[in-house]
C-alpha cells in the first residue's frame, strides 16, 4: 500500500509516524519483509558528517555610516569575495587566511561566526558617488548581520573512492596521509547510513527536500556540481563510483557549532566538516528496499592516488563491510583501512533528526522538481593558443 | 628495578641548576632524556625515562618537587583533546602502532602506553584537536 507526503506529515503531525535510522531499518526488514515494514515504517533517517570542500556562506553585512561599496575583504584575515553587491560577500569554506594560512580558513570563520563570536572584518574600496566610504575596519558576529546563509554547491557525495598510495613517497592528501608503498587505504562515508545511498535512483530527494542541515531546517537546493548520475551502477541502481551531489542551502543563525567544523589537511588545505541528515519517507515497497541496503552491498574502488593524472587506476574494487572491517587484501597485502567521515557524529545527526520527526518538530518537503537520471560529467580541455 | 617516565616541568627559578645530575648521584636512578626544551632563565620540560630501585625513585621525586620542579607520570607525549576530536578516523590512518584506534562504536581511542610519539598524527588530525605536549 503506497503512502503520500502528506498522510506521512499528518501521521507526523499527530506523533504517530513511525521513524528510524537507515541503520535500524535494515533488521527490521530482515524480520518482517520489506512489504510489512513498508506499511509499518513511514520515515528512515540517514546521515553524514565529513569534510565537504565546496562549502560556503553568503553574507550582507549591513552598511556602514557613510556606506562603503565593499571591494576587497577580509574576515579574520580570510578573503570573502567582493564582486557581489555593495556588503553582500561569498566566504568560501577552503579559502586559506593571510597569515595562519591553511590552519585558518574559511571554513574556520564559518564555524566561528555559528559559534557566536566576533570576526574581525576588514574592507576596501575605490570609493564611489553613492559610496564614498574607502575603508572600513570592525567586529562583527552573526547576530549582527542581515542575512547569513550556506550555499554549499557540492555536498553528501552519493559514493566515494577509497585512497591509496602505491608510490615510495607518503602523499598528503584530501584523503589524509597516505603511506608509501600502499601503506593504508582511507575512505569516506557513512555507508548504509549515507543519504544519498540510501536513495540511489534519487526517487524522493530533489530540489526543495527539507533536511537537517549543520544542526537547523535547510533544503536542498539544487543538484551538486559534478552530478553524475550516468555513473556505473550494480544491477539494483546503487553506484558503485562518485555519483550524485547535492547543492545546500540553510540558515546559519539556526546552526549548531558542533555540526560545522572548520578542518585541515596537512600539505593539502582547509576544508568543512558539513553534518548533513535527510529524511527519506517510505512511499512503496521499492523505496524501502532501497533503504535496507547493507555496507556489504555497497561497493567502491581503490583509487591508486599517486598517478598524477585525472583518471587514476582502481586496484581493487571493494565493499564497505570490507573497509569498515578494518583491513583489505591488495593482491596479499593486508593494508589497515581507516575512515576519514565520522560515523559516532552520522548517528548522532540521524538519532537528532529522528527526534525532531518523532516530536512534530519537522515535517518532509516533496521535492518540487525531481534531478536528471543519466546526467553524465564532462573534463577540461586545454586548448592552446593566448587569443581567438 | 623498575621503569618509569616522567614529565618534568621546569620553573623559571629552577633553569639553571644541575637537577638531573642530582638523580644520578643521591639516588642512584639511571635515566634516558627522551624529550628536552630547556630555555636557560625562562622554563624548562624534560621528558625522561628513568629506571632504579622503587624507593631511590619515589625519593628522586620528591627530590624534584621540593626544588619546585613539576613531575608528572606520562605514558605518550601525544594528548588528544576530546572537546575537539570528532572521531573521524584520520588519525588513525597513520598510528602503525595502533595507539590510535576507532572502537567498535566508531569512537576514537587513545591507547598513550602504545605511542612511539612519531607524532604523524598530529598532522593527520584535520580538527587539530592532537598536540604533542612538549
Known sequence: ???????????????????VTAEEVIDIVKERGVKEAAEYVDVVTTATFGPMCSSGAFLNFGHSDPPIRMGEITMNGVEAYGGLAAVDTYLGA???SQDKGIEYGGAHVIHDLIAGKEVHLVAK???TDCYPRKELDTWVKLE???????????????NYNAAINASSHRMYTYMGILQPNMGNITYSTSGELSPLLNDPLLKTIGMGTRIFFGGAQGHVSWMGTQFNTACPRDDKGYPQTPGATLALIGNMKEMNPKYIRGAVYEGYGTSMFVGVGIPIPILNEEIMAFVSVENKDLYTNVIDYSVPKKAKPSLKKVSYAELRSGSVDINGKIIKTSPLSSLKMAREIAEELTNWIKKGEFFLQEPIQSFPMG???KGLEIKEGESR | MMTKKILLSFPQKATGQPMAMELIKTYHLDFNILKAYIDDNVKGTLLLEIKGEEADIEAG???LRQNQIGVKDIQSIVEVDEKKCVS???????CAVGALEMTDDW??????DKCLECLLCVKACPMRAIHAII
Open chain 1, 1 to 19: 500500500m503506497a503512502k503520500t507526503y502528506q498522510e506521512i506529515n499528518e501521521k507526523i503531525a499527530r506523533g504517530e509516524a513511525v521513524v
Open chain 1, 94 to 96: 577552503t579559502q586559506p
Open chain 1, 125 to 127: 574600496s575605490q570609493g
Open chain 1, 144 to 158: 549582527d548581520l542581515n542575512e547569513a546563509y550556506l550555499f554549499n554547491p557540492r555536498n553528501v557525495y552519493q
Open chain 1, 375 to 377: 546526467n553524465a560529467i
Open chain 2, 61 to 63: 621525586i620528591v627530590f
Open chain 2, 88 to 94: 573521524c578516523g584520520a588519525c588513525t590512518a597513520v
Open chain 2, 107 to 112: 569512537s576514537l581511542v587513545h591507547h598513550d
